[in-house]
């Protein structure tokens, strides 16, 4: 246990530019959050080709096609 306090709805998380991190949910009840990317540059295509990959591969995991579609985005995504 970190001894952190429940996160409140008005929490903020700000991860710095080229700053290495994981997200996850060790609750058993669905999370809820807002994610804003600043600036978003072309995120947003990011996981619309992400989102592709997985329908082509029937929502099952396709590692190599992930990589693919991340390869194509150096300024959105880092994979250091």
Do not use: K
Request: proline fraction near 11%.
């Amino acid at each position: 246990c970190s001894g952190r306090l429940p996160p409140r709805p008005s929490d903020v998380l700000e991860v710095p530019r080229g700053t290495s991190h994981l997200m996850w949910n060790p609750a058993d009840e669905p999370a809820v959050m807002l994610w804003r990317t600043t600036p978003a540059l072309r995120t947003d295509q990011l996981f619309c080709d992400l989102w592709q990959v997985a329908a082509d591969n029937g929502f099952e995991p396709d590692l190599m096609g992930a990589f693919g579609v991340v390869q194509r985005y150096p300024e959105e995504f880092c994979l250091c």
